[in-house]
């Protein structure tokens, strides 16, 4: 791929997202929170996925670490600085991966699927039943932090989410990606991919396969927590649901929606589902119905995904001019 | 000359199949020794004995002076022993350079640079070209691996093995797959790289006698799973019993 048409949509992208809460309602603003917390979690996903070969079932694990983590960090232990509570739950998730990802890179495919899927119920079990820990069904309260030191006290909730910390939210997605950007394209990120092609020739030509599958897994996890964290952050709660299958299923269907083969797919992807599904939700009680049909279209008809389409279209316009 | 792979006493069994059976044979510096005999003679088994993809029911495998077993394929190329599969093995989606800058990461170490950037890395990059000039491969470097002629995959298969600057390379069946026209082509590269990147020694499987003949120094010859011979090939040629078992059976089919 040329840099140049692809640097020039980055930075159109950014832009775009820049002026958005000056042009558009502060409800899309808002809407828009939930996109930077996914965005940044199928970045971590993706480098487990797209990267490294491994479809994990049970990611939304990892946005539930993030989200209860800070629930915990914020609204028990009265942390008020959310890049500490950003930092820590990362750290933390990282950690918790380590032995979970232990058991799960020794196997691949569907097995490393289901095993997260596993881990993931498990984990949701855990909330769901040690309710005076965890709240149970009724999860547990985000409080407010400040951001940047900063209380923005003048601001009701919804000014807040779509002002100060939807530009916050967009600087953290800017600097994951851009994080993440270097780490697939160093000589680490290179080895992950030769993991993906063929892990027996890789192996062959020195490659720590199962070390570099857990490495991948670990950065995943901190990418998800993050990414939780905002989303708990958004909602002001730490609920279950966020780490039900569904949520998992749901990673899965961005990354596909918007292209796993490419760098940017999974923002795309969570930039189009986080769109589509409010629109259809305010449109018919059957939107969930065509999300499936939108998704099998994707699969069918452009495998690459929606980044992957607009790549292709790029490609078959210069050759016309060529 | 220095020893530098060796069998003991090495048999391996599947079940009640005896695959092999008692193989001592030396892998000496500085020398190409081809391993022959028909199909199910048990070469790709020794070969995977050889290379630690298999531990051996009895016996041992050294290594430079070391046992192999339970050592492991990223060690094992570390201390300079690597091998190519009979079946091609590429990466579909890497390119020609980023395939063997993956070995290259490998051998200098850089392989827990999380944020390096990897194309900006001279070292690497100059030693990637120059791999990729020995095997001719410098015209197609940004070319994915899964594009390349059946030909270009298995140089490409081979030069990443040697961009690991191993002491030992042991490739099955190099030329399997290969037009004929090109089999001679493959080997002149092969030993040529070899010399030039200072690889003691080659362990050739090899169906195609011609090229057992014209660039071995030493022919093992395996039959049902036992040493058959063990010789320079102007003995093994001169014996025409010997040829018959390596490649009579093999007319039959």
Same mark, same amino acid.
């Given at each position: 791929?040329?840099?140049?048409?692809?640097?020039?949509?980055?930075?159109?992208?950014?832009?775009?997202?820049?002026?958005?809460?000056?042009?558009?309602?502060?409800?899309?603003?808002?809407?828009?929170?939930?996109?930077?917390?996914?965005?940044?979690?199928?970045?971590?996903?993706?480098?487990?996925?797209?990267?490294?070969?491994?479809?994990?079932?049970?990611?939304?694990?990892?946005?539930?670490?993030?989200?209860?983590?800070?629930?915990?960090?914020?609204?028990?232990?009265?942390?008020?600085?959310?890049?500490?509570?950003?930092?820590?739950?990362?750290?933390?998730?990282?950690?918790?991966?380590?032995?979970?990802?232990?058991?799960?890179?020794?196997?691949?495919?569907?097995?490393?699927?289901?095993?997260?899927?596993?881990?993931?119920?498990?984990?949701?079990?855990?909330?769901?039943?040690?309710?005076?820990?965890?709240?149970?069904?009724?999860?547990?309260?985000?409080?407010?932090?400040?951001?940047?030191?900063?209380?923005?006290?003048?601001?009701?909730?919804?000014?807040?989410?779509?002002?100060?910390?939807?530009?916050?939210?967009?600087?953290?997605?800017?600097?994951?990606?851009?994080?993440?950007?270097?780490?697939?394209?160093?000589?680490?990120?290179?080895?992950?991919?030769?993991?993906?092609?063929?892990?027996?020739?890789?192996?062959?030509?020195?490659?720590?396969?199962?070390?570099?599958?857990?490495?991948?897994?670990?950065?995943?996890?901190?990418?998800?927590?993050?990414?939780?964290?905002?989303?708990?952050?958004?909602?002001?709660?730490?609920?279950?649901?966020?780490?039900?299958?569904?949520?998992?299923?749901?990673?899965?269907?961005?990354?596909?929606?918007?292209?796993?083969?490419?760098?940017?797919?999974?923002?795309?992807?969570?930039?189009?589902?986080?769109?589509?599904?409010?629109?259809?939700?305010?449109?018919?009680?059957?939107?969930?119905?065509?999300?499936?049909?939108?998704?099998?279209?994707?699969?069918?008809?452009?495998?690459?995904?929606?980044?992957?389409?607009?790549?292709?279209?790029?490609?078959?316009?210069?050759?016309?001019?060529? | 000359?220095?020893?530098?792979?060796?069998?003991?006493?090495?048999?391996?069994?599947?079940?009640?199949?005896?695959?092999?059976?008692?193989?001592?044979?030396?892998?000496?510096?500085?020398?190409?020794?081809?391993?022959?005999?028909?199909?199910?003679?048990?070469?790709?088994?020794?070969?995977?004995?050889?290379?630690?993809?298999?531990?051996?029911?009895?016996?041992?495998? +050294?290594?430079?002076? =070391? %046992? &192999? !077993?339970?050592?492991?394929?990223? #060690?094992?190329?570390? $201390?300079?022993? /690597?091998?190519?599969?009979?079946?091609?093995?590429?990466?579909?989606? +890497?390119?020609?350079? =980023? %395939? &063997? !800058?993956?070995?290259?990461?490998? #051998?200098?170490?850089? $392989?827990?640079? /999380?944020?390096?950037?990897?194309?900006?890395?001279?070292?690497?990059?100059?030693?990637?070209? =120059?791999?990729?000039?020995?095997?001719?491969?410098?015209?197609?470097?940004?070319?994915?691996?899964?594009?390349?002629?059946?030909?270009?995959?298995?140089?490409?298969?081979?030069?990443?093995?040697?961009?690991?600057?191993?002491?030992?390379?042991?490739?099955?069946?190099?030329?399997?797959?290969?037009?004929?026209?090109?089999?001679?082509?493959?080997?002149?590269?092969?030993?040529?790289?070899?010399?030039?990147?200072?690889?003691?020694?080659?362990?050739?499987?090899?169906?195609?006698?011609?090229?057992?003949?014209?660039?071995?120094?030493?022919?093992?010859?395996?039959?049902?799973?036992?040493?058959?011979?063990?010789?320079?090939?102007?003995?093994?040629?001169?014996?025409?019993?010997?040829?018959?078992?390596?490649?009579?059976?093999?007319?039959?089919?």
């Amino acid at each position: 791929m040329t840099r140049a048409p692809l640097a020039l949509a980055v930075l159109v992208g950014a832009i775009g997202l820049a002026l958005l809460p000056l042009l558009a309602p502060s409800y899309y603003a808002s809407l828009m929170i939930p996109f930077f917390g996914y965005a940044i979690a199928l970045l971590g996903f993706n480098l487990l996925f797209g990267y490294t070969g491994l479809l994990s079932f049970g990611h939304a694990m990892f946005l539930g670490f993030g989200a209860y983590g800070a629930a915990v960090l914020a609204g028990k232990l009265g942390i008020t600085s959310f890049e500490i509570v950003l930092i820590a739950v990362m750290a933390s998730a990282a950690l918790v991966a380590l032995p979970i990802g232990l058991f799960c890179v020794r196997y691949v495919g569907i097995f490393f699927g289901m095993l997260t899927l596993a881990f993931g119920m498990l984990f949701y079990s855990f909330l769901f039943k040690f309710y005076h820990v965890t709240g149970g069904d009724s999860g547990m309260r985000v409080p407010r932090m400040n951001i940047l030191g900063l209380e923005f006290a003048q601001y009701n909730k919804i000014e807040f989410l779509a002002g100060p910390f939807y530009y916050y939210s967009l600087a953290l997605l800017i600097i994951a990606a851009a994080v993440m950007w270097r780490i697939v394209h160093s000589p680490f990120g290179l080895h992950l991919k030769a993991v993906r092609d063929n892990a027996r020739k890789a192996e062959y030509l020195g490659v720590h396969v199962h070390r570099f599958r857990l490495a991948a897994f670990v950065i995943s996890a901190a990418y998800g927590a993050a990414g939780g964290a905002i989303l708990g952050f958004r909602v002001g709660l730490a609920d279950p649901e966020l780490v039900y299958w569904t949520q998992s299923g749901q990673l899965v269907f961005m990354a596909v929606l918007g292209g796993f083969s490419n760098f940017f797919g999974p923002i795309v992807g969570a930039f189009a589902f986080t769109l589509l599904q409010d629109q259809l939700q305010s449109l018919t009680q059957y939107w969930r119905f065509i999300l499936g049909a939108v998704l099998a279209v994707i699969v069918i008809a452009f495998p690459e995904g929606l980044a992957g389409l607009a790549g292709s279209l790029r490609r078959t316009r210069a050759g016309k001019t060529a | 000359m220095t020893v530098l792979l060796e069998t003991k006493g090495v048999s391996k069994c599947y079940g009640a199949l005896r695959a092999l059976e008692e193989i001592n044979v030396v892998i000496r510096a500085e020398e190409v020794v081809s391993v022959v005999g028909p199909n199910g003679a048990g070469k790709t088994t020794l070969v995977n004995l050889l290379t630690g993809l298999l531990t051996p029911t009895t016996g041992e495998v +050294l290594f430079m002076g =070391e %046992t &192999i !077993a339970g050592i492991g394929p990223v #060690r094992l190329a570390e $201390r300079g022993l /690597v091998r190519s599969f009979q079946l091609i093995q590429i990466f579909p989606q +890497l390119t020609v350079e =980023e %395939t &063997i !800058a993956a070995a290259v990461v490998s #051998r200098q170490k850089k $392989r827990w640079r /999380v944020f390096a950037s990897l194309g900006r890395d001279r070292e690497i990059g100059a030693r990637v070209a =120059e791999v990729a000039e020995i095997f001719g491969l410098a015209q197609r470097l940004a070319a994915p691996a899964a594009t390349l002629s059946q030909g270009e995959k298995k140089l490409l298969d081979v030069a990443s093995a040697f961009a690991l600057d191993p002491r030992i390379i042991l490739l099955d069946e190099p030329t399997s797959g290969v037009s004929t026209a090109e089999k001679h082509g493959i080997m002149r590269t092969l030993i040529a790289a070899a010399k030039r990147a200072g690889v003691q020694s080659i362990v050739l499987v090899e169906h195609d006698m011609d090229l057992v003949a014209a660039y071995s120094q030493r022919i093992i010859a395996l039959s049902e799973g036992r040493v058959l011979a063990d010789l320079p090939p102007e003995r093994f040629f001169a014996d025409p019993r010997l040829i018959e078992s390596v490649i009579g059976k093999r007319r039959r089919h």
